[in-house]
């Protein structure tokens, strides 16, 4: 991207893109805080773990329908306080317009560039289902920042955009064999489409992952922190 010259005005950023009418911010409890951005395209809610300060941020959103805590029982809010005791921050994105891909996209930019303004250097987009599409194509927005890419049940349709992402970032696809909504062979598309990566099959498991709560929890504990720390070494 180049520089604007001396006569040219700089690009709005994707915050500044949502043209904000207001914005309402509030501590629920010392380490989270719910912010909601009012915009002409509905209300954009961020849901913040961890210091505001955090240099590894953590972008999680839903699926067609929205929500903020996650499939697997509310895996995104208990994520979100665990990585908070190791200083990385969570946003658990609420759509201004769920099932919007090019709106869902942009939201979860913006988040990043909120948390960039207050020191964050490295992200990982996750997403289910349909928020597989945004959470990749977000990593591609964000290139060299991004640390890597959680899908959850992913949907094929809007993860084009991210061919050969594979090649520059981790990635770690999850899905369940027993999926009522989205097969297993969407996942395995979208490893064809991305390049690569990790492909977790989950045995009996379906689409809102529940029965995988604690294998979720245990491997992205670890892949996380993992993730962040191979990108922080090299940028050295």
């Not at 006569?7 to 009418?21: F, G, K, R, V």
Request: charged share 20%; aromatic share 4%; hydrophobic share 40%.
């Amino acid at each position: 991207m180049s520089e604007p010259t001396n006569d040219e005005e700089p690009s709005p950023s994707p915050l500044e893109q949502l043209q904000t009418m207001a914005a309402v911010e509030t501590m629920l409890n010392d380490d989270l805080r719910h912010i909601e951005v009012y915009t002409m395209d509905g209300l954009l809610s961020l849901f913040w773990h961890g210091p505001s300060e955090a240099r590894d941020v953590v972008l999680a959103c839903g699926g067609a329908m929205g929500g903020v805590l996650g499939p697997a029982d509310a895996l995104y809010q208990d994520l979100g306080v665990e990585l908070a005791q190791s200083g990385i921050g969570t946003i658990r994105i609420g759509y201004r317009a769920p099932n919007d891909t090019a709106k869902c996209v942009h939201d979860l930019v913006a988040a990043a560039d909120l948390a960039t303004r207050s020191g964050a250097r490295r992200f990982i987009t996750m997403g289910h289902s349909f928020g597989g599409a945004p959470a990749l194509q977000a990593a591609v927005i964000l290139e060299e920042h991004c640390a890597g890419v959680i899908t959850l049940a992913t949907q094929s349709a809007g993860c084009e955009p991210a061919e050969d992402l594979a090649a520059r970032v981790p990635i770690i696809l999850f899905h369940g064999d027993k999926d009522e909504i989205l097969p297993l062979q969407a996942s395995e598309l979208v490893r064809m489409i991305v390049g690569g990566g990790e492909f977790v099959t989950l045995p009996g498991v379906g689409h809102l992952l529940a029965e995988a709560g604690d294998v979720l929890r245990q491997r992205l504990r670890e892949w996380i922190p993992e993730k962040f720390n191979e990108h922080a070494n090299n940028d050295r």
